[in-house]
């Protein structure tokens, strides 16, 4: 575990394991430890790095009124470059999907492979962006605890267990109330970035939990179809694949992987 410093603000990351780095982001409103499953997994393959983003975490808090997904793209980039790394397996969940577009089309040459989970290329329709308005007078309003009650079980299949649905909610209601409201504004303003797959130069791999219902097997094949990539449905998993079923996440990215000599 670290702290780097970046853009003058400080990034709290975890690492694992050894050899070409991959780096995780995760979604909202979560932190770093929603990938702890997938590098103790993966730590023999992969230099495993997870930064908490801008005001999430234990990184710094945020004085952003609007939590971009292009800075958070930028700031993962000077945090790969203070650690003198050259290029990544990029992986990101939802909102870290998000983000690892937005990075894909800014930093192209930064990227070895890139797995999209539980995620959309496209941007938010005009329903999605007036809940994502209510959802941030809510959180100012009355706090995280109803948000969180309400988001926990979107995220997971029915299936899910207490604990890892107890570990979610310590997460959601962990989060700075205004990092919450700030990233809300900027996925809102997000563009459809389905552009970017069809342009994109390196293996990409779409990974989606059967029972998603926040980004559904349609999102994913949309993405998978631009892209060109290979689509692996997870079963008896929601929104958040990676906890929920972390063997068959764990077997895609080893897929994906398996298919790039690295640098
Ligand atoms: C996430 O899991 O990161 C969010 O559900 C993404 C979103 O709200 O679009």
């Known amino acids: 575990m670290a702290t780097i410093t970046v853009n003058h603000h400080q ?3 975890r690492e694992r394991g050894r050899g070409p780095v991959a780096l995780f982001v995760h979604g909202f409103p979560l932190d770093s430890t929603m990938w702890l499953e997938q590098t103790e997994r993966l730590s023999d393959v992969r230099r495993c790095i997870v930064p908490d983003l801008r005001g999430f975490g234990s990184s710094a808090p945020s004085l952003r009124t609007v939590l971009t997904m292009e800075e958070h793209a930028d700031d993962l980039v000077g945090i790969i470059d203070v650690l003198g790394i050259e290029r990544v397996d990029l992986v990101g969940l939802s909102m870290g999907g998000y983000v690892a577009l937005a990075f894909a089309e800014r930093h192209p040459d930064r990227l070895r492979t890139l797995a999209l989970v539980d995620t959309k290329s496209t941007e938010d329709s005009e329903e999605g962006k007036a809940g994502r308005s209510a959802a941030a007078l809510r959180i ?35 989060a700075p109330a205004e990092s919450i409201v700030a990233a809300l504004e900027g996925m809102k303003r997000r563009p459809d970035r389905t552009a970017v797959l069809s342009n994109i130069g390196i293996p990409v791999g779409v990974i989606v939990g059967e029972h998603d219902a926040l980004t559904p097997l349609a999102d994913a094949d949309h993405m998978a179809a631009a892209a060109g990539a290979a689509l692996s449905i997870v079963p008896d998993a929601g929104h958040m694949a990676p906890v929920e ?18 640098d």
């Not at 299949?157 to 959601?172: F, G, H, K, Q, V």
């Open 11 to 13: 990034f709290f990351t």
């Open 140 to 174: 100012a309003t009355e706090g995280r605890a109803g948000f969180a009650t309400d988001m926990v079980p979107m995220l997971v299949s029915e299936s899910a267990s207490p604990w890892l649905r107890a570990r979610l909610r310590t997460m959601i209601e962990a």
């Open 245 to 262: 079923n972390p063997a068959a996440v764990e077997a895609a990215l080893r897929s994906l992987w398996g298919a790039v000599s690295p």
